[in-house]
């Protein structure tokens, strides 16, 4: 192959591979952490400051509240299919939630109860429908937050997306 088309190439290899993980459902979602104070990633006291869901090198931020960041970053932490009632105490007995915003000089917590998930969980993928329209993604955001029933009466609720957390540091 010619040097010249080399480019060409891996600019179609790179689509081709954006496209397959849109099919997929996986998106690529960025979590911003800031007030990091050591060099281990995603410590107690940081604070979710944004997340944004990327695709072909667009990018829309994904306008959640507090309680709802926290539960969207619990859930990209974990990358498990779980329950309500495990979501609220995993977030309960978490110490990175429970210190949430810490370092910052403002605990910014909030309680999330097993009642409130379900609720929730519409209230993000509202929110992931208009990142997703922003960066002209034709996806369902029910694609992305995926809802997996159970051979029971429970349903199973999780993340399907390439997450990228991003800390930034606080000057000492």
Known sequence: MSSNLRPIKYGVEVALAELHDCMQGKVHIKIFHRFQRVSSA??????????KL??????????????????????????MPMSASQIAAGIRHSEFHRKHGLNGSTLQRRKIARSAIREYMKRIR????????????PLDASRVLVSEPTIGNEILYRLKAKIEWIHLRIEE
């Open 42 to 51: 995603c410590g107690p006291g940081e604070e979710i400051w944004g997340i």
């Open 54 to 79: 990327s695709f072909s090198q667009r990018e829309a931020a994904v306008p959640l509240g507090l309680s709802l960041k926290l539960l969207f970053d619990y859930l990209a932490r974990t990358q």
């Open 126 to 137: 509202i929110a992931l429908n208009l990142a997703l329209n922003e960066v002209g993604l």
